[in-house]
């Protein structure tokens, strides 16, 4: 019998104290059975992260999930410091560098602009999709499957109902373990 799959929340918000969306998504899942999440503003030290424990909490996970708001078309700062530093060679890619393979990855991001917004020809001109194709690269290169992003939109906009069923939605697909691989 396999064991049960362990999911690893990698909750990335420079300001969660001045959080929405982020600190609502977080709190749906939290308490699931098999899924950590971990604060990357807590975890990170005066100069950055601890490298050799980010490491080692990964390998004991089936599924990460990269949790952040937008900026900047990209990942926030702190995300992009945990890529840069944890995702060594000889770890997460290149010779010997195979401790993510056959792991899950998944992106879940909120966005100022609405859907219509990230479309050809819309003010943001390109899809989410699209944007997202350095995370794709990144998956593909350290061996991992890239799951259907969650991508919860118009975050001023947004009205707590309709934030409260993005927060089901995730809390559902990280409870049912049904991430959707999109290659
Ligand atoms: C520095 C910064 C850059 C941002 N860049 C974008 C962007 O490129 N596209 C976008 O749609 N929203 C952008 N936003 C809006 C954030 O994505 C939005 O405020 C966030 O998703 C809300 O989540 P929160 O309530 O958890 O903070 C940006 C916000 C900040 C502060």
Redesign the pocket.
């Known amino acids: 019998m396999s064991s049960p799959s362990r999911t690893l929340v990698l909750l990335a918000?420079p300001d969660l104290a001045?959080?929405?969306?982020?600190?609502v998504l977080a709190d749906a899942v939290g308490d699931l059975e098999g899924v950590t999440v971990r604060d990357l503003s807590v975890a990170r030290f005066r100069d950055g992260f601890d490298v050799a424990l980010e490491q080692h909490l990964l390998l004991g996970y089936d599924t990460v999930v990269l949790q952040f708001?937008?900026?900047?078309?990209s990942v926030p700062g702190i995300l992009k410091e945990w890529m840069d530093q944890v995702l060594t060679h000889g770890f997460a890619y290149g010779s010997g560098g195979d401790a993510l393979h056959g792991k899950t990855l998944q992106v879940v991001?909120?966005?100022?602009?609405p859907d219509a917004?990230y479309q050809p020809g819309g003010y943001?001109r390109f899809t989410m999709v699209e944007l997202m194709r350095p995370l794709d690269a990144t998956a593909h290169l350290c061996g991992m499957t890239l799951a259907e992003p969650l991508v919860v939109h118009g975050?001023?906009t947004l009205d707590d109902a309709t934030l409260a069923s993005y927060a089901e939605r995730y809390r559902s697909l990280l409870a049912g373990d049904e991430l959707r691989a999109t290659a």
């Open positions: 918000h001045d959080s929405r969306v982020n600190r708001p937008w900026y900047w078309y991001t909120s966005t100022g602009g917004s943001n975050a001023r």
